[in-house]
């Protein structure tokens, strides 16, 4: 296996502390719905202007991301227009070209066997099957919903690891949904 560093950082952030990083034979991936978001493009450019390879997930075509990344993979036909919060489609999309790409780069250097990205691969194959199965279970969930919502004053959504994304996505569709005020933490942070 092979031992490569993997830092997951805003945009915002890595353009604050820029020289900090070490870019010369850096891949940097460029997640944006729009690829129009100024700390998004801002930071890649920084990153190229120090020897980065730029590789963008975006959803817009003809982007200002799509533009200054030296490869992309699209999360739609570009027919969404969602400028400041995406839409649960491309945040999902999101994910999967996330996955996708980081098993185009296993198979590359291989650090993963045919059989193990065949095994990944089946997994986000079967996703669809799976969210349909969530989404039948809608009088479940708005019964829970109907029982325990009203009751709490104050929410919170909270996530660790890889969960934290979801976690903020969650939060973000509370809020929209909801009109509430709804924080979101760590869990790690949460540890006594």
Known sequence: RLSIPVVAIRSSELS??????????????????????????????????????????????????????????FTSDG??????????????????????????????????TDIEIAREMFELEALPGKIADVLAMESVIAEAATALAPRARYWAVTGSGINHVAALEIRIKLSELCYKSIPVDYTEDKKH
């Not at 999967?96 to 296993?106: E, Q």
Request: aromatic share 6%; no cysteine; glycine share 6%.
């Open 16 to 73: 604050a502390d820029i020289d900090a990083y070490d870019f010369e034979g850096a891949l940097v991936i460029a997640v944006s719905q729009s690829g129009t978001t100024t700390d998004t493009n801002r930071a890649v450019d920084l990153a190229r202007e120090r020897g980065a390879f730029v590789h963008g997930i975006v959803n817009r075509r003809n982007s200002d991301l799509v533009r200054k990344s030296d490869s992309v993979l």
């Open 79 to 112: 027919r969404d227009v969602e400028m400041s919060v995406a839409s649960t489609k491309a945040f999902y999309s999101q994910l999967v070209a996330g996955k996708l790409t980081a098993l185009f780069l296993a198979d590359a250097l291989a650090a993963m």
